[in-house]
């Protein structure tokens, strides 16, 4: 197998709000909020539903891999519920190896509220539910080994299972990827981060808010001379800026593309970082790499919904 992604196995349910609703519930836009089940209940109940569709950071990298012609799996735990067989039909209809064996479990499958502001940002509200469960015992060492690159995300981070089972896919992995997921999500796990993009991760995906808050940096110059240290792919998208790569003493730059209609941004990092990867397990160039990324990304965020 090409890619492996190992990540929170989450169903997405997409609404569109003003933005005074994130005022009224104390909600920070763009920005990622776990929350228990009864909250998700009482803001399911405050807003209509666009669309409900499978979802998760690497999950959707991986479909958009799929979607590339590679051949890529995905492990991400879910209950044996109708979300969990929801879940398990899109990956299957999208040609992704699901890997997890799914059984019976005390908590439902996890859900994401996506909130889309006017704006088209997204800030999510995510009960993790299984997902939040998976552990050690739910990841196969073997496959792992036979996967050219492991790709996680930084969510997985957030309980103590899951870093388990993120800890022993790091082991067994021949290359692995990782996104820093979200700001809040890097200023949570701040040391145990750098630690990892210094010392265990091989490509590195980020916006230019996560990193400058990792390296705890003041411009995008501090950025580049903290990612020259290393040689690895450091990857940072910054928004209308483009995508830069960035690899020892190696810094690769793209546009961004130009007079887009953007009605969501969900996933946009997330079909950058397929597009990127696909790139390179095919052994295309840093700057083809970074553009694949790019035409990716460009193409779901004119659409509702962080799949293409």
Not at 226 to 247: L, P
Not at 272 to 297: D, R
């Amino acid at each position: 197998m090409k890619i492996l992604g190992i990540g929170n196995a989450i169903v997405d349910v997409l609404c569109k709000v003003e933005d005074n609703f994130l005022d009224k519930n104390s909600l920070t836009k763009s920005t990622m909020k776990l929350i228990d089940q009864n909250e998700f209940k009482t803001l399911l109940s405050l807003i209509n539903i666009e669309e409900t569709v499978s979802g998760g950071s690497v999950a959707n990298s991986i479909v958009g891999l799929s979607q590339l012609g590679n051949n890529v799996g995905f492990i991400g735990k879910i209950n044996k519920d109708s979300l969990g067989q929801k879940y398990e039909d899109g990956l299957k209809k999208e040609k992704v190896n699901y890997l997890y064996n799914k059984k019976k479990e005390p908590i439902p499958t996890g859900s994401c509220l996506i909130l889309i502001t006017p704006d088209s940002e997204r800030t999510m509200c995510t009960y993790l539910g299984t997902a939040g469960k998976i552990n050690d015992q739910d990841i196969d060492g073997a496959i792992i080994k036979n996967s050219e690159i492991t790709c996680l995300e930084g969510y997985l981070w957030d309980e103590g299972e899951p870093k388990k089972a993120f800890e022993k896919a790091i082991a067994n992995s021949n290359k692995v990827a990782m996104s820093l997921s979200d700001l809040f999500c890097v200023e949570r796990h701040k040391l145990q981060f750098l630690e990892l993009v210094k010392n265990k991760l091989d490509i590195v995906f980020a916006n230019e808010q996560e990193i400058l808050s990792l390296i705890d940096g003041k411009s995008f110059e501090d950025v580049i001379s903290f990612s020259k240290h290393f040689k690895k792919d450091i990857i940072i998208t910054r928004g209308e800026k483009g995508a830069v790569a960035i690899n020892f003493n190696e810094v690769f730059e793209c546009q961004a593309k130009k007079g887009l209609n953007i009605k969501d941004l969900t996933g946009a990092g997330d079909l950058f970082a397929a597009g990127y990867l696909h790139g390179y397990i095919n052994e295309l160039s840093k700057k083809e790499c970074l553009e694949k990324g790019t035409e990716l990304s460009s193409k779901v965020i004119q659409k509702i919904g962080a799949r293409l």
